[in-house]
């Protein structure tokens, strides 16, 4: 399992380089700030947004470690497709996915819409870092 | 050196089912019409390409309008149009469209449209084949649900990035960032009309079991949907054009739902393949 932490753990760095170093996200996420868990099915992630910057990253948080307003739940394998750098059909946004694969979007949907010009494009910054599953 | 496009726009004024509207239109080329609808809670700028594309325009005289409440065609005039809830329906969509040709004088056009548009192009070939030489629906299928919702327009978040960004995934990975963007952008000035929209798009419009009413010798349809389409996906637009007798369907690979506005020029082979297959049954009707 040690070379699996450290596969994920390389992970959590570059995913908070990729959003923190994104033009676009630095450019228009001022106001982007909120926690949502991103979950894997094999790993999830905890991730803390403060005005557009990566605060925090979790993996695997235990039942009451934080909060978070929503999640973006999906199998291993959908997450893949999420992960490469031209992802196939259905596996290209969480709105498609939610259409057309077993991602399922939970929790205070609300905060993702006050959020989704950023959250939309944090998750296509997947394509750039793989996923760690 | 400035440089002049050869696309000119218009007004033209006329009356639906007792609203008195006034409409802008963008237009190029000579030949048969070619009417351009735009998908909803946008306008007619998502066919600027196909509009200055000198090899279509010789031959088509490419018209694209704002549906009325779009871009530049403002609500009804004689109207208190913000005192109701809009919800666009199929009897009023195509009332639209056929008032539109008339006011134009346009004889035996053909009628394309992506999206919302694509779906009214099926109800236009149902309700009206005599009046169009044949349609084009992009991105259609009998039945189209779970889009018309709240978010659109819900005051507690920001409408214009929730439409934009809430139709980003349905263009494909692989069409130019410019032109995703700009679709992106013109998403984020209609989000008051995207809903209203949408109650035709996801409710209103609905022919399952009504397709083999269609009649594709008639009206020639030639139906095209798109790889990353999740909301209508190519599977779905074979499916619509094999009830519809006479239909033909195009399978359009590595674009999305606004192929015409994300990306043209991929979008431009299938629309020449769909002209061909028109023109030759047109062709052979009158040979």
Redesign the interface.
């Known amino acids: 399992m040690a070379a699996e932490t450290a596969v994920t753990s390389g992970w959590i760095e570059d995913f908070r380089r990729a959003s923190d170093e994104d033009a676009e996200l630095q450019a228009h996420g001022r106001y982007y700030s909120c926690a949502y868990l991103l979950d894997m099915e094999e790993h999830s992630y905890l991730v803390q947004m403060h005005a557009g910057k990566v605060e925090e990253i979790l993996e695997d948080p235990g039942p009451l470690d934080d909060r978070y307003q929503f999640i973006i739940r999906a199998s291993a394998e959908t997450w893949r497709g999420f992960g490469q750098e031209t992802p196939p059909p259905m596996h290209h946004g969480i709105f498609a996915a939610a259409f057309r694969t077993d991602l399922s979007l939970e929790g205070d949907l609300l905060v993702l819409m006050q959020n989704l010009r950023c959250v939309v494009r944090q998750i296509e910054l997947l394509r750039q870092t793989g996923v760690p599953v | 050196m400035a440089k002049f496009s050869p696309v000119t726009g218009r007004y033209v004024t006329f009356e639906v089912m007792g609203d008195e509207l006034k409409v802008f239109f963008l237009e190029n080329g000579s030949g048969q019409p070619l009417v351009c609808q735009h998908t909803a809670g946008c306008h007619n700028h998502q066919w600027r390409d196909l509009l200055e594309d000198e090899e279509i325009t010789q031959n088509y005289r490419v018209i694209a309008y704002d549906l009325v409440r779009h871009g530049k065609s403002d609500p009804p005039k004689n109207k208190e149009w913000w005192k109701e809830e809009y919800r666009l329906t199929a009897d009023y969509y195509v009332a639209f469209i056929t008032a539109f040709c008339d006011a134009l004088e346009l004889e035996d056009p053909i009628f394309m449209g992506s999206s919302f548009g694509g779906q009214v192009a099926l109800q236009l070939a149902l309700r009206h084949p005599d009046r169009f030489a044949a349609v084009i629906p992009v991105e259609a299928a009998d039945y189209s649900p779970?889009f018309f919702l709240d978010?659109w327009q819900?005051p507690?978040?920001?409408a214009a990035?929730?439409c934009?960004?809430?139709v980003?995934?349905?263009m494909?990975?692989?069409s130019p960032d410019q032109d995703r963007w700009a679709t992106w952008f013109y998403y984020t000035q209609g989000s008051e009309a995207f809903r209203g929209d949408l109650y035709f798009y996801s409710v209103d419009h609905d022919l399952r079991g009504r397709l083999g009413e269609i009649d594709a010798e008639k009206c020639p349809v030639v139906i095209m949907n798109a790889?990353?389409d999740?909301?209508t996906?190519p599977e779905e637009g074979r499916q619509t054009a094999e009830q519809i007798p006479g239909a033909e369907f195009i399978e359009m690979k590595g674009i999305g739902h606004f192929p015409m506005s994300e990306n043209y020029p991929v979008f431009k082979q299938h629309l020449q393949q769909a002209l061909q297959k028109i023109e030759s049954k047109l062709g052979a009707r009158t040979g």
Request: net charge negative.
């Open positions: 779970g978010w819900h507690h978040a920001n990035q929730v934009a960004s809430g980003w995934d349905l494909a990975p692989q790889e990353y999740y909301l996906t």
